[in-house]
């Protein structure tokens, strides 16, 4: 009798504790063009160039020497500041093939 009821909650305990969460979440995307938002312009140049020393920073970095655990953290280091940077540079001007084609009509009929 003590082992039916025993281990009902025996399974319940160990369905609770065996989620793993990771010590830092990663930002979203959304989270990350919501910061890069706030910043002014100088601050977003001034957080480029702490992104690029970083990169020359682990690019020099003697790697055989690290732990798996270790080169998994500067993966995700550089995944997040690759989507930072993205969104920092972000925007640009895109224009479809239809759009560039009616501009040069329109080009060629006003010439």
Do not use: H
């Amino acid at each position: 009798m003590k082992l039916k009821s025993f281990l009902p909650v025996l399974v319940c305990m160990i369905s609770f504790f065996a989620t793993i969460v990771p010590a830092q979440a990663a930002m979203s995307n959304k989270e990350i063009q919501a910061a890069v938002a706030g910043m002014s312009e100088s601050q977003k140049q001034a957080r480029a160039e702490q992104i690029k020393l970083r990169v020359e920073e682990i690019k020099n970095m003697d790697k055989s020497q690290l732990t798996s655990e270790e080169r998994k953290e500067l993966r995700a280091e550089m995944k997040m500041m690759r989507k930072e940077a993205k969104a920092i540079g972000g925007g640009g001007i895109y224009i479809s093939l239809a759009g560039v084609l009616i501009i040069i009509l329109v080009l060629i009929l006003i010439l």
